[in-house]
C-alpha cells in the first residue's frame, strides 16, 4: 500500500496543516504582546480629562538626611498628543510661587516654561535635557511626564506576581535618544494595567534606580492614581518619595490655564 | 629534661617530621581564605577622623572616585575637528565605563546661554559623537571653555594643549572592591588602546583614583611575582655558598617555605586579608628564617668536621643555639608586634603575620630542621683546621686602633644621627609608585600639563534649608573661591558661585556686566531651579549640593603637593573662614587629606611603639645576659644604627612615609641579634675572668662570621624587597638593609672600642681562665 506518492501525499498534509496550524501558535510575538497591553494601559486611562494634586516629594540621601518639597500639579490631557502640565513649587520657601509649565510632545521635544516670582518673568528652557533630577530629587523630568504609547518598543517578557497581583513583566526602550535610560521593565497587574513597579536601566545597562507604586485609589470609577511612589537610586544610595496628598478630576481646567501667558498670574 | 627532648628530635627524626609536616599542612590550608584588597582605603583603620569625614562627605553630596582620560595632541592644539570628534567619541564610550555615573569632558559641558527670553542650557559640542563638527562649533567651544572657570586648567589646559575626560564612578559599599577597581581599569584602559589606533597622532594618560588602586593591585601582586621568587634565587645562592651543601640548602629551604606557607595560612584562618603591605611579608619572614638555620646548619657542620657523629653533631648544633636563636627570635618578634600601635591597618597586619611567621621559624628550626638533616644523608668530610681566622686578625686590629675607633666612630655615629631631624614625613601616594610605572608618569604628566592629582574637597554647611541660596553665604563662597585661585599651589577649583554668576548674567540677556552674583535669596533659588531643570543625567548638581541645600561642597585641585603642604592648606582655609566667616561650618574631606593626616599621625603612634620595643627589648636584654650593666650598654649599639639609618636617608631622600614609619621598631628587632651575640661571648668570656681585651678577641673569634654571614643574609633580603616598584615597600628594605650593615659596623667597630675603654674593670682577681673550647665553635 505504501508508495512513492502515497509517502509524498502524506508529507504534503503535514506540510498544509503545520502551515494552518502555525499562525495560530504565532499569533503574538512578545513585541506584539507587549505593545498591546501597553496600549490598553493608555486606553484605560483615557478620558479623565483634567485633575489637580497637592504633592510632597521626600528626598533621602545615603546619609538618612530628608528633605521636602511641596507643590501643587494640574495636569489637563490632550487627545492625540502628550499631556499639558502645570507644576507650581510651594516648598521651598525661595522658591514658592515658581510655576513650571509644560507641553508634553510624543515625538519631539516638550515646550517647557518657568515663571520666575523673583524675577517676575516667564523663561522659556530650551533644552533637549529631560533626564536630569527633577528638584534634586531621584526622578528625572522623563519619569514623570505622561505616558504616551509611542514613546517605547515594547517586549513581553514573562508573568509574574508583585503586590499580590499578577502582572506582566514588559521591557520597554525609550524610542527618544535624548532619554536617559537604556530601557525600563515594568510590571503591570492583570486586574486594571496599573504599573505596579518600573526598573530604570542607565545608559550603561546597569540597574540603576527601582520606582514602586503604592497606595492605588480609584476615581470617577475608572482612574486609578497611585498615592505613594517611591524612587530608590541603587548606585548612589538615594531615595525620593512622591505623595500625592488630593487628588480632584475634572476640575474645569482647560487650556487657557495652561498658557504660557497667563502664567505669571497663577497662584 | 632538654636534652631528652633534643635527642627524641634526632632519634625519632621520623616522627617529628611527619608531625611537622601535618601541622604546617593544616595551618597552610586557611590560605584559602586569603583575598587581596588593593583599594587605597585599606591603609585607613574604621576610626580613623578622616576616613569618616570622607565618608560623610560622599554620603551627602556624592562619592567622586574618578579615572581621568588626558588627550594630548601631537599638533599642540584641541580646537581641531579630529581631536574635538575624538573627545565626543571617547565621552559617549565613557559612559559605558563599569559604575560610571558621571562624565565630564570638553564636548558635553552643560553651556548656558541666553536668547531673548530664553535659557539655552546645551552639549558645548554634542551629546553624541555622531555629529558634524562645523569650523563655527570649534570657534565657539574655544571661546567658551578657555574663558570659563570650570573648564579652564581642568578639562582643557589654558593654552589648549591637553584635554581631560573625567569620569566619576560609584563602587559598590562593599569592603572587596579590588575586583571592581580592576574593571573599571580594565575598561578604560581598552578605550584608551581602541582611540590610540583611530587617531595615532593623539597621546593618552589615565589616571585618577580609580587608577591608583589599579596600580596599587598591580604594583602588589607584580611584587608578588618577581620579590618572592627573586628572594628564592638569592637565599638559593647564598645557601648553597655558605653552606657548600645541597642537602642542607634543601633542608633550610625546606624551613623556610614551610615558615612562609604556615603563617599565611594561620594569616587566612584569621580571616585577614592581603594588602599592598602584607604581600612583603614572605620576603621578610623568608629573610628571617634564614638566619635562624643558617646558624644552625654551620654548626652542625662545624661540629661534622670535627669529626663529630651525626646525631651528636645535630643535638649539639641545637643545644648551643637553643637559647641566642631563642633570644633573636623573640626580639625581633616584639619589634614587629610593635607595629600594633600604627594607625595604618595593613601596617599592624604585616607586624603580626612577620611575628608570627619568625616565632614559628624558629619553632621549625629546632625541630623539623634537625629532623631533616638527621635524615638526609648529609656528609661533611672531617677536616683538621687550624688556620687564624679573619675573624682574628680582625679583632687585633679593632684592640689595637681602639684610641682612634672610638672617638671617631662615635663622632660619625653622632654626625650622621644629628642628621635625623632634616627628614620630613611625607605622604604622597602618587609617589609611592616608582617613576617607571605608567600611573605615575600619567600622574606627573597631567600636574605639569594640566592639573595635580592632589584634590582637597571643602563642604560649606549653613545649618539652614537653602541656606546655599543665602546672597551672604554666596557672597562668602564668592571671596573665597576668589581666594583659593589667588593660591599658588592651587590649580583648579569648582565652585557653585561661578555657575551663580554665570546665570545671573543668562537671565538678564547675557549682559557681561551682569557676571554677579544674585543679590537675593528667592532669585538665587529660582536661577537654581531653572538652571537644575534643563541638566541632563549625570550632569546634575548632586555632586555639589546637599538635598536640602544646606551645604555646599567645593572641589579643589591643587598641584601634587607633600603631606605638610596640604594640612597646611586645611589649616590654612580653616584660618580664611574663622576670619571671614565664623558662622558657617567647613569640613574637608579627600584621598590626599587622609594620606597627609595618617603620615604624621601614624609616625607620632610608631614613636610611641618604637620606644616600647626599645624598653621590652633592653629588659630582655638584660635578663638574657643576666646583667643590668650590658644590657644597659647595649641601647646604643641598638639605637645607633636606625638613627644612623634615618640620618643617611635624610641626606639621599629626606622624606619619611608610611613604609618608613616601622622601620626603626623593626630593625630595633633584627639589629639586636648582633648585639646578643657578641655581648654574650663577650660577657662570658668576662664571667671567666679575662681581660676586657681578650673577651673582645673572643668574642670576634666565636661569632664574627656568623655575624658577617647574618648580615649578609638579611642585607641581601632586604635589598631584594628594595627592588620593588612600589615605595612603601621598595623604600623600607632599602633603609632596613643600610640599618642592617650600620649595624654591624657599629657592633664590630664601636662597641668593642666602647668595651675596652668603659669596662676595664678586672673580674675575679684578674685570672686568666680558659674558656672552654666547645664555645669558639659556633661557626665555623
Known amino acids: 500500500m505504501l508508495s512513492k506518492t502515497n509517502l509524498k501525499q502524506w508529507l504534503s498534509l503535514v506540510c498544509l496543516t503545520s502551515l494552518l496550524v502555525m499562525p495560530a501558535a504565532h499569533a503574538q510575538t512578545a513585541e506584539e504582546k507587549g505593545l498591546e497591553i501597553a496600549k490598553e494601559r493608555k486606553a484605560r486611562d483615557r478620558g479623565w480629562g483634567d485633575s489637580e494634586s497637592t504633592s510632597i516629594m521626600v528626598l533621602r540621601n545615603a546619609q538618612g538626611q530628608e528633605s521636602v518639597r511641596q507643590m501643587r500639579i494640574r495636569a489637563l490631557e490632550v487627545q492625540g498628543d502628550g499631556d499639558k502640565g502645570l507644576t507650581i513649587f510651594d516648598e521651598p520657601r525661595d522658591v514658592a510661587g515658581t510655576a513650571f509649565l509644560n507641553f508634553s510632545h510624543i515625538n519631539e521635544p516638550d515646550d517647557q516654561w518657568l515663571y520666575l516670582p523673583a524675577l517676575k518673568r516667564v523663561k522659556r528652557i530650551a533644552s533637549r535635557n529631560k533626564s536630569g533630577p527633577f528638584m534634586g530629587s531621584e526622578f528625572a523630568y522623563e519619569d514623570l511626564a505622561s505616558f504616551e504609547v509611542e514613546k517605547y518598543s515594547y517586549k513581553y517578557l514573562r508573568d509574574e506576581t508583585i503586590n499580590g497581583e499578577e502582572a506582566w513583566v514588559i521591557e520597554s526602550v525609550p524610542t527618544d535618544r535624548y532619554s536617559g535610560y537604556s530601557k525600563q521593565i515594568v510590571w503591570t497587574d492583570k486586574s486594571h494595567y496599573r504599573v505596579q513597579k518600573i526598573e530604570f536601566y542607565d545608559r550603561k545597562k546597569s540597574l540603576l534606580k527601582t520606582l514602586t507604586f503604592a497606595d492605588y485609589k480609584l476615581y470617577l470609577g475608572k482612574y486609578w492614581r497611585a498615592h505613594k511612589m517611591t524612587m530608590v537610586n541603587h548606585q548612589t544610595g538615594k531615595s525620593t518619595d512622591l505623595l500625592a496628598e488630593d487628588i480632584k478630576f475634572q476640575v474645569g481646567l482647560t487650556d487657557r490655564d495652561f498658557d504660557q501667558n497667563t502664567l505669571r498670574r497663577i497662584r | ?780
Open chain 2, 1 to 780: 629534661m632538654k636534652n631528652r627532648f633534643l635527642a627524641m628530635l634526632v632519634s625519632r627524626s621520623g616522627l617529628v617530621m611527619v608531625c611537622s609536616l601535618i601541622a604546617i599542612f593544616v595551618m597552610a590550608f586557611g590560605a584559602q581564605n586569603l583575598y587581596f584588597r588593593g583599594d587605597y582605603k585599606v591603609f585607613f583603620g574604621a576610626e580613623n577622623q578622616q576616613l569618616q569625614e570622607f565618608e560623610a562627605m560622599q554620603k551627602t553630596f556624592s562619592k567622586n572616585d574618578n579615572v581621568s582620560i588626558v588627550i594630548e595632541p601631537k599638533s599642540g592644539d584641541v580646537f581641531n575637528h579630529k581631536t574635538l570628534k575624538l573627545v565626543t567619541e571617547i565621552t559617549e564610550d565613557a559612559w559605558q565605563t563599569p559604575f560610571s555615573t558621571r562624565v565630564d569632558s570638553l564636548t558635553n559641558y552643560q553651556h548656558t546661554e541666553a536668547e531673548q527670553d530664553d535659557l539655552i542650557v546645551d552639549y558645548l559640542v554634542s551629546e553624541f559623537a555622531d555629529i558634524e563638527i562645523t569650523q563655527e562649533m570649534i570657534d565657539k567651544t574655544k571661546a567658551v571653555s578657555l574663558n570659563e572657570p570650570l573648564l579652564v586648567n581642568r578639562t582643557v589646559s589654558p593654552s589648549g594643549h591637553v584635554t581631560m575626560v573625567n569620569i566619576t564612578v560609584q563602587l559598590p559599599d562593599k569592603l572587596d572592591q579590588t575586583a571592581d577597581v580592576v574593571e573599571v581599569a580594565t575598561f578604560v584602559r581598552g578605550i584608551e588602546n581602541k582611540y590610540s589606533e583611530r587617531y595615532p597622532e593623539h597621546n593618552f594618560y589615565l589616571t585618577g583614583i580609580i587608577m591608583m588602586n589599579n596600580s596599587f593591585v598591580e604594583e602588589s601582586m607584580g611584587d608578588m611575582m618577581t620579590l618572592v621568587p627573586g628572594m628564592f634565587l638569592a637565599v638559593l645562592l647564598m645557601l648553597s655558598l655558605l653552606l657548600r651543601s645541597v642537602l642542607s640548602t634543601m633542608a633550610t629551604l625546606l624551613i623556610i617555605i614551610t615558615s612562609i606557607l604556615g603563617s599565611m595560612g594561620m594569616f587566612g584562618w584569621m580571616g585577614m586579608y592581603l594588602s599592598t603591605a602584607t604581600v612583603s611579608a614572605p620576603t621578610v619572614i623568608m629573610t628571617l628564617a634564614v638566619a635562624d638555620c643558617v646558624h644552625i646548619v654551620s654548626s652542625m657542620n662545624y661540629n661534622l668536621r670535627q669529626g663529630m657523629a651525626k646525631r651528636q653533631a645535630i643535638e649539639e648544633a641545637i643545644e648551643l643555639n637553643l637559647a641566642p636563636v631563642f633570644i633573636t627570635s623573640v626580639t625581633t618578634a616584639i619589634g614587629f608586634l610593635t607595629f600594633n600601635f600604627s594607625d595604618v591597618p595593613p601596617l599592624r597586619d604585616l607586624g603580626n603575620l612577620v611575628a608570627f611567621g619568625v616565632m614559628l621559624a624558629f619553632v621549625l628550626a629546632v625541630t623539623l630542621l634537625p629532623a631533616l638533616l638527621n635524615l638526609l644523608p648529609i656528609k661533611v668530610p672531617v677536616q683538621k683546621q687550624g688556620q687564624i681566622g679573619n675573624m682574628e686578625k680582625f679583632a687585633d686590629w679593632v684592640v689595637r686602633r681602639q684610641k682612634m675607633l672610638l672617638p671617631v666612630s662615635t663622632l660619625i655615629v653622632v654626625g650622621i644621627a644629628a642628621l635625623v631631624p632634616l627628614n620630613k614625613v611625607n605622604d604622597v601616594p602618587t609617589e609611592y609608585f616608582d617613576e617607571d610605572i605608567v600611573f605615575r608618569n600619567a600622574s606627573d604628566f597631567m600636574d605639569e600639563n594640566l592639573l595635580g592629582v592632589t584634590m582637597l574637597d571643602f563642604a560649606l554647611h549653613t545649618n539652614q534649608d537653602s541656606g546655599i541660596n543665602d546672597p551672604e553665604f554666596l557672597r562668602v563662597v564668592g571671596d573665597f573661591t576668589t581666594w583659593l585661585r589667588s593660591q599658588e599651589r592651587v590649580d583648579h577649583v569648582i565652585s557653585l558661585s561661578d555657575t551663580f554668576k554665570r546665570l545671573n548674567q543668562n537671565m538678564n540677556a547675557d549682559d557681561p556686566a551682569m557676571y554677579k552674583l544674585p543679590q537675593q535669596q528667592d532669585l538665587a533659588a529660582q536661577y537654581l531651579l531653572m538652571y537644575e531643570m534643563s541638566l541632563p543625567y549625570g550632569l546634575d548638581l548632586n555632586n555639589q549640593l546637599n538635598i536640602n541645600k544646606s551645604s555646599l561642597r567645593i572641589t579643589v585641585t591643587m598641584d601634587n603637593l607633600g603631606s605638610g603642604e596640604i594640612v597646611e592648606m586645611e589649616n590654612d582655609v580653616r584660618q580664611w573662614f574663622a576670619q571671614n566667616a565664623p558662622t558657617i561650618d567647613v569640613t574637608a574631606a579627600s584621598p590626599s587629606l587622609m594620606f597627609a593626616h595618617i603620615g604624621e599621625k601614624n609616625m607620632q603612634s610608631m614613636l610611641v611603639g618604637s620606644s616600647l620595643a626599645l624598653v621590652l627589648i633592653s629588659i630582655l636584654l638584660i635578663f638574657a645576659l643576666r646583667s643590668f650593666k650590658y644590657g644597659l650598654i647595649s641601647l646604643i649599639p641598638n639605637l645607633a644604627p636606625a638613627a644612623m639609618g634615618f640620618g643617611i636617608w635624610a641626606v639621599f631622600v629626606g622624606q619619611v612615609n608610611l613604609g618608613l614609619s616601622i622601620v626603626t621598631s623593626m630593625c630595633l628587632g633584627i639589629v639586636v641579634d648582633d648585639t646578643v651575640h657578641f655581648l654574650s661571648k663577650y660577657k662570658r668570656a668576662r664571667d671567666k675572668g679575662q681581660t676586657a681585651e681578650q673577651a673582645v678577641r673572643y668574642a670576634f673569634a666565636s661569632v664574627g662570621r656568623a655575624l658577617w654571614i647574618t648580615t649578609l643574609v638579611l642585607f641581601t633580603g632586604f635589598m631584594v624587597l628594595a627592588q620593588s616598584s612600589f615605595s612603601l615597600n621598595g623604600d623600607m628594605g632599602l633603609l632596613t638593609a643600610m640599618i642592617i650593615v650600620l649595624a654591624l659596623a657599629v657592633d664590630f667597630l664601636f662597641l668593642p672600642a666602647f668595651l675596652l675603654k668603659f669596662d676595664k674593670k678586672v673580674y675575679q682577681g684578674g685570672e686568666t681562665e680558659y674558656v672552654e673550647q666547645n664555645e669558639s665553635k659556633t661557626m665555623a
